[in-house]
């Protein structure tokens, strides 16, 4: 639409339909009369060679915009996946969430500290994710929605506690396959669904499932992960 493109995506190229759209609309300004003979065919050739939205924009500012018009950039393709990432963490905290693009291999080794790795609103473009860890006296946690499926079978266990909380549901179509290999020597792995952060809980608040107080610190926040 005229003025409506942000300046930042005035430079983007355009596509043969984007052309045609406009050519369109000035078909039909030249049909009401807006436009005489000469200034279509000037601008016609101008939209069918255009390789910008600004160059379309500017043929349009004097017209008012036709119904079901439209003149908008497509949006940006989502991040691409690397091929591997590798985390390492000693005596610290590192975490994953929110908008992250899920790789395709992740190689984690928590010596002393903790790693979080929150799936909820992942960017996730292949079905499957092979998880190496190392897991010495640090944790790593790992955050699931229902249409994820974590597979530990490949897991080896020392001296460290391994914990499973989530169970697929059949009825759930499947996002991502995350086949976790690797060794918990004398840490915690935990899988989890999401839910609010726990501080570390009494018997009563274990019996009552009482919520944790707003404010955690991150350590405070990695600490309530564990088991």
């Known amino acids: 639409m005229p003025g409506e493109l942000a300046p930042d995506r005035r430079n983007l190229r355009v596509s043969h339909e984007d052309r045609d759209q406009v050519a369109e609309q000035l078909r039909v300004a030249a049909g009401d009369g807006r436009l005489t003979a000469d200034e279509l065919d000037e601008r016609l050739e101008t939209a069918l060679t255009a390789r910008t939205y600004g160059e379309l924009e500017a043929l349009l500012t004097d017209l008012p915009a036709s119904p079901g018009a439209v003149l908008t950039p497509a949006p940006a393709p989502a991040p691409a996946a690397k091929e591997l990432v590798q985390l390492k963490v000693s005596h610290s905290l590192i975490k994953r969430d929110g908008r992250w693009v899920v790789p395709r291999r992740l190689e984690v080794e928590a010596r002393h500290g903790n790693v979080i790795l929150d799936f909820s609103h992942a960017i996730i473009s292949q079905p499957t994710l092979d998880l190496s860890i190392s897991v010495g006296h640090g944790n790593i946690v790992l955050i699931v929605p229902a249409e994820i499926i974590v597979d530990l079978d490949s897991v080896t266990n020392g001296h460290g506690n391994i914990h499973q909380r989530v169970r697929h549901d059949s009825d759930t179509p499947v996002k991502l396959m995350v086949t976790?290999?690797?060794?918990?020597?004398?840490?915690?792995?935990?899988?989890?669904?999401?839910?609010?952060?726990?501080?570390?809980?009494?018997?009563?608040?274990?019996?009552?499932?009482?919520?944790?107080?707003?404010?955690?610190?991150?350590?405070?926040?990695?600490?309530?992960?564990?088991?």
């Open 180 to 227: 976790v290999s690797g060794n918990v020597r004398h840490g915690n792995l935990v899988v989890r669904s999401p839910r609010g952060l726990r501080t570390r809980r009494s018997f009563w608040d274990w019996l009552f499932r009482r919520p944790a107080p707003a404010g955690l610190t991150a350590g405070a926040a990695a600490r309530s992960l564990l088991p």
